[in-house]
């Protein structure tokens, strides 16, 4: 069996140790599921799917799975972006994701999220922010090139709290109780980082993403009889 570190091996970090404290505080208050930015009110197509029957709390952990692996890798892609520099075409790249988001309740959750997490972000960090739509994942990327942190952080992070926001909407949804809920996101952590690893090499005007069922349950939400959220 393989010992486990000891307690000092954790809290005694090398000198060298890359991540600033102060930035990764800001990091974890901003993809905490209770900043007010109305993430709470969208579940993204979600409700539609619970209400037809199609996703039950038994398939929800391989619907997240495969979440992660074409959404997931889609907007990681884009939150890579941001963080690398595209805030000098920021424009164009905010079109490119809004393109390969056909249903339009979805994409307008998208924007206005982006747009208010960007100027929550400018009031707390008293810094510029890009002119013009934006969508939460760049947003997102673009928060973490301004605080500092790594890219890979940076992203595994977004693609944690895109889950997590998902998981609080089918808790409202289907009868997922806090424990079970819990070990939803904790089983799904490899997922998370594999979607991060692969976007990791994808240009934003080569990514793409195939949920139909998704989509179309989106487009469909408006038409349900009794709306909880949004989207």
Request: charged letters at 20%.
């Amino acid at each position: 069996m393989k010992p486990s570190r000891s307690f000092n091996s954790l809290i005694n970090k090398p000198e060298n140790e890359p991540t600033d404290r102060l930035s990764l505080l800001k990091l974890i208050q901003l993809a905490d599921s209770a900043l007010p930015i109305g993430g709470a009110a969208h579940s993204f197509g979600l409700e539609t799917l619970i209400a037809e029957n199609l996703i039950t709390a038994e398939s929800l952990p391989q619907f997240l799975r495969d979440y992660l692996e074409e959404t997931g890798v889609l907007e990681a892609i884009f939150c890579r972006a941001a963080y690398r520099g595209w805030s000098t075409d920021w424009a164009m790249l905010n079109r490119q994701l809004s393109a390969r988001k056909p249903a339009r309740e979805s994409r307008d959750a998208s924007l206005t999220l982006g747009r208010r997490f960007l100027q929550l972000f400018q009031t707390l960090e008293h810094c510029e922010i890009p002119a013009g739509d934006a969508h939460l994942a760049p947003a997102f990327g673009y928060a973490g090139r301004i605080l500092g942190l790594a890219e890979n952080l940076i992203t595994e992070v977004y693609l944690q709290q895109s889950t997590i926001a998902l998981v609080s909407a089918s808790q409202r949804l289907m009868p997922i109780g806090q424990q079970r809920a819990s070990r939803l996101i904790w089983d799904l952590k490899p997922a998370i980082v594999e979607a991060a690893e692969a976007s990791a090499s994808t240009a934003p005007e080569a990514a793409a993403a195939f949920t139909p069922l998704a989509e179309l349950a989106s487009m469909r939400h408006v038409s349900l009889e009794t709306r909880l959220f949004i989207s």
